[in-house]
């Protein structure tokens, strides 16, 4: 069982799927959040348990989701005329 507080994003279970979204406040950096996801990803954990909304079993699908996820949403806002934050990194 791990507590991921808000590590693994926002998760809400769906009645046959997840909802996930990831915590991205002011200041939040993609390649320290991909590398946390790494080392997550290679614990040995049955249950997560999110700060918001649950808990799940679905560890493996969580993270398949999780991989790609931050990224698609990182460039979709990078293409957005005003980007919330500095995204560089992420060219549309």
Do not use: Q, W
Request: proline share 10%; net charge positive; with cysteine.
């Amino acid at each position: 069982m791990l507590f991921v507080g808000e590590a693994l994003g926002i998760y809400y279970p769906l009645e046959k799927d997840i909802y996930l979204r990831i915590a991205s406040p002011p200041g939040f950096d993609i390649r320290d959040h991909l590398k946390s996801l790494g080392v997550l990803k290679n614990l040995d954990i049955a249950l997560l348990c999110f700060g918001h909304y649950g808990i799940s079993c679905a560890t493996e699908k969580i993270f398949r989701y999780l991989r790609n996820l931050p990224i698609n949403d990182f460039r979709k806002l990078a293409a957005s005329p005003d980007p919330p934050y500095s995204l560089a990194l992420f060219p549309p």
